[in-house]
């Protein structure tokens, strides 16, 4: 079984900044896409970014893209989200998830097999 746990969330203003961190842990994991997810209370799961371990590619979506980064460290075994000029309609849970095959399905939930419990990021205006 691999363990995702998050961290790093917690309460800032709008324009603010905060890091998410990733950790995977528990049986070697030999997929190579890692991503983040984030939910609103009353809304659907939606898609944030995703990076593949081998090649470092990522992919974003549109409301976060210029604002965020996502970063990988391979030696440990963590995945970052930097999330800069943050917007109260940022605000949701924040998922990291771990699936077998990086390519164009990335946004897609039913790609990963792990996930993280969560971690809660709230931006006041």
């Known amino acids: 079984q691999v363990q995702l746990v998050e961290s790093g969330g917690g309460l800032v203003q709008a324009g603010g900044s905060l890091r998410l961190s990733c950790a995977a842990s528990?049986?070697?994991?030999?997929?190579?896409?890692m991503g983040w997810f984030r939910q609103a209370p009353g809304k659907e799961r939606e898609f944030v970014a995703a990076?593949?371990?081998?090649?470092?590619?990522?992919y974003y979506a549109d409301s976060v893209k210029g604002r965020f980064t996502i970063s990988r460290d391979n030696a440990e075994n963590t995945v970052y989200l930097q999330m800069n000029s943050l917007k109260p309609e940022d605000t949701a849970v924040y998922y990291c998830?771990?699936?077998?095959?990086?390519?164009?399905?990335?946004?897609?939930?039913?790609?990963?097999?792990?996930w993280g419990q969560g971690t809660q990021v709230t931006v006041s205006s």
């Open positions: 528990g049986r070697t994991f030999s997929g190579n896409a």
């Open positions: 998830a771990a699936g077998q095959q990086y390519g164009p399905w990335v946004n897609r939930q039913n790609t990963y097999d792990y």
């Open positions: 990076i593949s371990w081998s090649s470092g590619n990522t």
